[in-house]
């Protein structure tokens, strides 16, 4: 028996003799009644008296005697006592019945309480047995009460087949209290303020048990043998908690923040680790976390905020934490309260510019430590430290964070580095690990605009100078210093402007000859303005040299300038390094200047180099890592541009038409304004033919089949199809120009009264455009749904669209309030239907996961967006110019487009280059440092609408092995067999060749083919199969390669089923019935020479000629010649 608590329990305020021990029942005994020693001791005194006290005390040393009650005498009842508890705990460690002694002394009538409360990792003070009982009449005596305490099985035993989830205790306390029935501690009073009136009270500790050492309980149930058997599979293994951690790596690679309303979206799931996940909720309303990331600003933000890092909820509200960077350069930090409210606060410091620093924000409950380190060593920083007496409200799995921009706010100019997220600790700066990752690549960007800042002042000051010099006829000591940089070399310019010419001409040789050789007075005079001017000067320049014949030579020479171009922010010359030095196109190949030029393109929102930068990261390519959040961030960016792009009709824009270089038929109907086409449907068109002044109005106005855009030429189109002629295409298309005015004046009275014309023919565009018209113009809610209802159940994409924007705007009629789930499902019917917006917003939906009916799927959204960015104009015109000089045959022309196309991640412009490769490899070898043909056919086959001949061409480069490749048998199968599935007529012939030379198809490309492999168990059953379905979709009405291979297997199954059957056994019979006769006659003719009688020739001439037998040599020497059996002769 072990006591616990004695040296626990409150003092005393008197100390008081203790009353002298009691007689127990044993000592009373042995004592004899007459008081005398006992017998056997002789007498003696001195040996009674040990034994007295050896009796008496001896019973009591190690061990308490239980259930007994000291009795004080009468005569010291006048004593004061003072109330005292403890207990003694039999079992040190937690039992399912533990048995506890209570000893405590009342000096008033009092009432007794016990209690056990438990602490685990996921809670605290959780009370697991509770007991009281009152002491009204044994008053200043000293009690002692047995209890039996009881604690609950899942943290006494093991898990078992009815206990599932048993609990890991830290610590369990055993705490007694008395309480006065007279003074508030009655046995009525609540328990939790029972405790707040004690007079006495103590506490110990029990010793827990680990899950794994405890006991299996019995619990007098048996299970049937089936669910015995299954839990006694597991019942002695010891779970293990997932490989889990609280750091998440929100960002690993650069991203380009370009300064607008799009950002990375990430979200964090729930801990899989329970201890993890427990504390994770314990802390919502004391949040400890930490984040850190790395910067790089170009500018302060140009709004009030811009965004860096912030959590948005459920409700599409900000939450903790919201990090932003202020106008002034300050960090703006703002929580979400406990109580509902927003709290924010500004930082004293502001961060760095142009310069790489990695900022930290620490949350501990109410303060928040911000530190700005700078550089990659972190020698120097900024620090600062806030405290709020508020609770913070912190859920970090009920939302989603945003990096960057968002259409909540804008983001920062600038990059981000790499960004980790401590979910459950606050760190000391010195305590993160996070390191700047792509080292060299930051190093990069940082070098790039160092001289790109240098090239800026150059171009201002002296495009400043210039015009000033124009202004006055004499500067600079009376010379012109306009004509002095005009002579370029030819002396010393006297002009003091530029002490600085000398030293600079060598650095940029390119930038001052492009400066010699402009026209500086047209440029405009604003700073910005003037440099973006230059910039794009110095492109065209460039572009011009490669659009020669042998453009591709000059690749080298024109670089120089397309840097400075880069550097004057035109950054369609960004892309065009990053593709050079990516593909290797006539430079070196160098990896980490493409990601430089691509990553400085997308931060200037470049249109291209934001699609590259968004392919690359889709698939993994190029060194770039996979991550599908950051690709959406790049062609999210785009495809909100693209729908506005095709509205305002400016800039190098062009429709984006799948046309693909094999397709001879499609190549036939391109033409130009003096094309045999173009000048065919004008004819038409100007006859009356409705079909033609429609097709040449769409040409004209969106630039299709190879005509210039013409905004204009095609309004006079469709006016004079409109009013001439009842179709109601062509008069919902003048109507819809009318309204917004492009190209033409705005006349809504007549667009109105045409769009009622189109919509009565029943035109379901035109219903739509009615609806339309009462939303915008008229803000009549009730009517615009109307007519969207309508037109919605005619097919029109563009009406669904418009209902989900009422359910989303909350102006539905007769349906309150905001509704997203309906929105979301109008917006996908949109989508389905090839509208742009309503795309957009599924993809939104599905990178966020906020709405239940869209669960978060980061690849979806990446397909979506890239779906819309895909017809971007400005794609478009790049596709058109590389296929406008493939069918000029410009070939240099050609191969440099479609490059630029083709990195972009977009399907057609990849099989059309490698078409380009095949038919000039010379080329291809010539100027581009990679494998052409396999590189953009491998590139297509990962695309969702790849076409079916590149997976052919890939099975053939796998079959066949390209260019120093292995053989692989296998790729090869699966290339083929995803050709058939899609139909193509080639991949099931490629694959029975395949079986015919001796390959093995195996089980899962068989089921993925939908061929049973128990209906086709041998290769002749899978052979025909495949020849079938070969024939079947074959496009050839006579004799196809398909239908004779069908016909030749089916005439060898016949001629090997004759060769084996019938024939055979015709042939065996008929050999096996020659022996036998050979072997008959051979015996008769052995016999018949070995018989008696005369060695003269026999008289049966019979016999001599059908015996096949040869007479010996030597025998035929001794005889007559023999007689000729033909001609007999009588014999006498």
């Not at 309004?715 to 492009?742: M, N, R």
């Not at 493939?886 to 490059?899: D, F, I, K, N, R």
């Not at 020849?1027 to 090997?1056: D, I, K, T």
Request: with cysteine; hydrophobic share 40%.
């Amino acid at each position: 028996m072990q006591r616990r608590g004695a040296g626990l329990r409150w003092p005393r305020q008197q100390q008081q003799q203790p009353p002298p021990p009691a007689v127990g029942p044993r000592a009373a005994a042995m004592v004899p009644p007459s008081g005398g020693v006992p017998p056997g001791l002789g007498g003696r005194p001195a040996c009674a008296l040990l034994l007295l006290c050896y009796l008496n005390f001896v019973p009591s040393w190690g061990r308490q005697t239980s259930l007994t009650t000291s009795v004080i005498p009468k005569a010291e009842q006048s004593v004061a006592y003072k109330d005292f508890i403890y207990f003694t705990v039999f079992e040190g460690n937690v039992r399912n019945v533990s048995e506890v002694s209570v000893e405590y002394l009342c000096s008033q009538p009092c009432v007794v309480n016990l209690e056990a409360v438990v602490s685990s990792e996921f809670r605290s003070s959780i009370p697991v047995y509770k007991k009281r009982w009152k002491n009204e009449k044994h008053l200043h005596t000293s009690r002692t009460q047995i209890v039996r305490v009881k604690f609950p099985s899942i943290m006494v035993y093991r898990d078992d087949y009815f206990i599932r989830h048993s609990i890991s205790v830290s610590a369990v306390i055993l705490r007694a209290w008395i309480t006065h029935q007279y003074s508030g501690g009655g046995a009525s009073v609540k328990w939790d303020q029972h405790l707040l009136h004690a007079v006495a009270k103590n506490y110990t500790l029990l010793n827990t048990v680990p899950p794994f050492e405890r006991p299996f309980k019995d619990h007098q149930v048996c299970l049937e043998w089936n669910m015995d058997y299954i839990w006694n599979l597991q019942a002695n293994k010891i779970p293990q908690c997932p490989l889990e951690n609280d750091v998440a790596v929100l960002l690993g690679f650069p991203y380009a923040s370009s300064g607008e309303n799009t950002g990375i979206v990430k979200k964090f799931q729930r801990f899989q680790n329970r201890e993890l996940e427990a504390t994770r909720r314990q802390r919502m309303d004391y949040p400890v976390f930490t984040v850190s990331l790395w910067l790089y600003l170009l500018h302060y933000c140009k709004a009030s905020l811009c965004g860096i890092l912030y959590f948005v909820d459920s409700n599409e509200m900000y939450g903790t934490p919201s990090v932003f960077l202020t106008e002034e350069g300050h960090l703006h930090i703002q929580m979400h309260l406990v109580k509902g409210e927003d709290l924010a606060v500004k930082t004293k410091f502001t961060v760095p510019l142009k310069e790489w620093f990695r900022l930290d924000v620490s949350f501990t409950g109410g303060q928040i430590v911000v530190t700005a380190s700078i550089g990659q060593d972190l020698r120097s920083y900024r620090d600062q430290t806030i405290s709020f007496r508020e609770d913070f409200h912190y859920n970090d799995t009920a939302g989603y964070f945003i990096i960057g921009g968002s259409r909540y706010v804008a983001g920062i100019e600038g990059f981000f580095g790499p960004l980790k997220y401590y979910r459950l600790r606050s760190l000391h700066p010195a305590q993160i690990f996070n390191p700047l990752l792509e080292s060299q690549l930051a190093e990069q960007i940082k070098l790039y605009y160092e001289r790109c800042a240098e090239v800026q002042e150059i171009i201002s000051v002296y495009s400043s100078v210039a015009q000033d010099a124009d202004q006055r006829q004499e500067a600079c000591h009376l010379h012109n210093s306009y004509l002095d940089f005009k002579r370029k070399y030819g002396g010393p310019s006297t002009c003091r402007a530029f002490p600085w010419e000398k030293e600079l001409k060598a650095k940029h040789p390119s930038l001052f000859q492009a400066l010699l050789e402009m026209d500086l007075l047209t440029v405009p005079r604003n700073q910005n303005k003037s440099i973006s001017e230059i910039g794009g000067r110095i492109f065209e320049k460039a572009v011009k040299r490669l659009s020669g014949v042998d453009g591709l030579h000059r690749i080298s020479s024109v670089i120089p300038f397309l840097m400075d171009s880069s550097c004057c922010g035109y950054h369609r010359a960004s892309y065009y390094l990053a593709v050079f030095y990516e593909t290797g196109l006539s430079v070196p190949r160098d990896r980490l200047q493409g990601m430089l030029y691509s990553l400085v393109g997308g931060q200037g929102s470049e249109r291209l180099s934001s699609m590259n930068l968004g392919y690359k990261h889709y698939q993994g390519v190029d060194n770039y890592p996979l991550d599908w959040e950051l690709s959406y961030a790049y062609y999210s960016n785009i495809a909100m541009k693209t729908p506005l792009d095709q509205h305002t009709l400016q800039g190098d824009q062009a429709y984006v038409e799948t046309i693909r270089l094999k397709d001879d038929e499609i190549l036939k109907v391109q033409t130009k304004e003096d094309g045999d086409v173009f000048m065919w449907l004008k004819h038409e068109a100007s006859r009356g033919n409705a079909a033609a002044q429609q097709r040449l109005a769409q040409m004209l106005f969106w630039g299709q089949q190879g005509v210039a855009k013409n905004p204009e030429a095609a309004i006079e189109w469709y006016a004079k199809g409109a009013l001439e002629t009842e179709d109601p295409a062509l008069i919902y298309d003048y109507a819809i120009v009318l309204f917004k005015g492009q190209g033409v004046k705005k006349n809504r009275p007549l667009a109105l009264e045409l769009m009622k014309k189109a919509a009565s023919k029943g035109l379901h565009q035109a219903v739509n455009g009615l609806g339309w018209y009462y939303h915008k113009f008229k803000k009549n809610y009730a009517k615009a749904a109307k007519y969207w209802l309508k037109a919605e159940d005619m097919g029109n994409p563009d009406a669904s669209y418009n209902l989900g924007v009422l359910y989303l705007d909350g102006v539905f009629p007769g349906v309150p309030g905001r509704n997203q789930t309906l929105a979301g499902e109008y917006f996908h019917k949109a989508a389905q239907g090839g509208h742009m917006e309503g795309t957009l917003w599924c993809s939104l939906y599905y990178i966020t996961g906020n709405l239940e009916t869209f669960p978060r799927d980061p690849e979806k959204a990446v397909v979506w967006a890239k779906h819309v960015a895909e017809k971007n104009g400005y794609l478009g015109h790049v596709i058109r110019k590389g296929l406008n000089a493939y069918l000029e045959g410009s070939w240099h022309e050609a191969l440099l487009y479609y490059v630029l196309a083709a990195e972009t991640g977009i399907e057609v412009s990849q099989t059309n280059l490698a078409h380009i490769c095949e038919e000039r490899p010379d080329l291809a070898r010539r100027y581009l440092g990679v494998n052409c043909v396999w590189r953009y056919y491998n590139f297509s086959v990962f695309q969702i609408d790849a076409p079916s001949f590149a997976y052919l061409k890939m099975g053939d480069l796998y079959y066949y092995g390209h260019q120093n490749r292995s053989q692989d048998l296998e790729l090869s199968v699966q290339m083929y067999a995803q050709a058939a599935l899609d139909g193509d007529s080639q991949g099931f012939f490629n694959l029975a060749l395949l079986i015919e030379e001796g390959a093995i198809i195996p089980h899962h490309i068989l089921d993925f083919l939908e061929i049973d492999s128990t209906l086709h168990s041998n290769n002749i059953s899978i052979l025909r199969e495949l020849y079938e379905r070969c024939w079947s979709h074959s496009n050839e009405e006579s004799f196809s390669p398909c239908s004779l291979a069908w016909l030749y297997l089916h005439l060898r199954l016949v001629w090997g089923a004759v060769l084996h059957s019938a024939l055979i056994y015709f042939l065996g019979t008929f050999l096996l019935s020659v022996l036998i006769a050979w072997t008959v006659q051979y015996f008769q003719s052995v016999s018949a020479g070995s018989s008696p009688g005369p060695a003269h020739a026999s008289t049966d001439h019979t016999a001599t000629t059908a015996s096949p037998a040869v007479t010996p040599a030597a025998d035929i020497s001794a005889r007559d010649p023999p007689t000729v059996a033909n001609n007999p002769e009588p014999r006498g």
